[in-house]
């Protein structure tokens, strides 16, 4: 298997990312699409790992100014990174960790010093092999359980 990722440029590989999030988040994880859909996608840089012309995996990545508000990564001075989904079939071949490095090197890129998630609970692990640390105590976010996590670039 030979996955790319790469940034979604256009309108149809945003599609694909929105495809990806919503078998995971909505049909499988059961989050409502109000919660999913929160007005931040057209602000964001998205990722998409493509497996041939398959999109098989996804990423988010929200600018934060210095009150910590969501705005486009280009005037910010962190990242939230999120929405981060490989499909089923997929998962534990490294997709994830591609997509994050791809997000965290862009952001560095861009001159960003600081990333920072929302990890639901049992994915911690992946999270903190790549550098996250967990802050403050666990909450509950759409009903899964939540670590707020952040590290430097």
């Given at each position: 298997?030979?996955v790319?990722?790469r940034?979604a440029?256009s309108?149809e590989?945003?599609?694909?990312a929105?495809r990806?999030?919503?078998?995971?988040?909505?049909?499988?994880?059961?989050?409502?699409?109000?919660i999913?859909?929160?007005g931040?996608?057209?602000?964001?840089?998205?990722?998409?790992?493509w497996d041939?012309?398959?999109?098989?995996?996804?990423?988010r990545?929200?600018?934060?100014d210095?009150?910590?508000r969501?705005?486009?990564?280009?005037?910010?001075?962190?990242?939230?990174?999120?929405?981060?989904?490989v499909l089923?079939?997929?998962?534990r071949l490294?997709?994830g960790?591609?997509l994050?490095?791809a997000a965290l090197e862009?952001a560095r890129?861009?001159g960003?010093r600081?990333a920072?998630l929302?990890a639901?609970?049992?994915?911690?692990?992946?999270?903190e092999?790549a550098?996250?640390r967990v802050?403050g105590?666990a909450?509950?976010?759409?009903?899964?359980?939540?670590?707020?996590?952040?590290r430097?670039?």
């Open positions: 298997m030979s790319v990722v940034t440029e309108p590989e945003r599609l694909a929105w990806i999030r919503e078998r995971v988040f909505i049909d499988e994880q059961g989050i409502a699409e109000a999913e859909r929160d931040l996608d057209g602000i964001a840089w998205h990722f998409v790992a041939s012309e398959t999109a098989v995996g996804t990423a990545v929200v600018g934060l210095a009150r910590n969501p705005v486009p990564p280009a005037v910010a001075t962190a990242v939230k990174i999120g929405r981060m989904a089923p079939s997929k998962r490294g997709i960790k591609r994050l490095d862009l890129q861009n960003l600081r920072e929302s639901q609970a049992y994915v911690v692990p992946f999270y092999q550098g996250f802050e105590d909450y509950v976010e759409a009903g899964i359980p939540h670590r707020h996590m952040s430097a670039l």
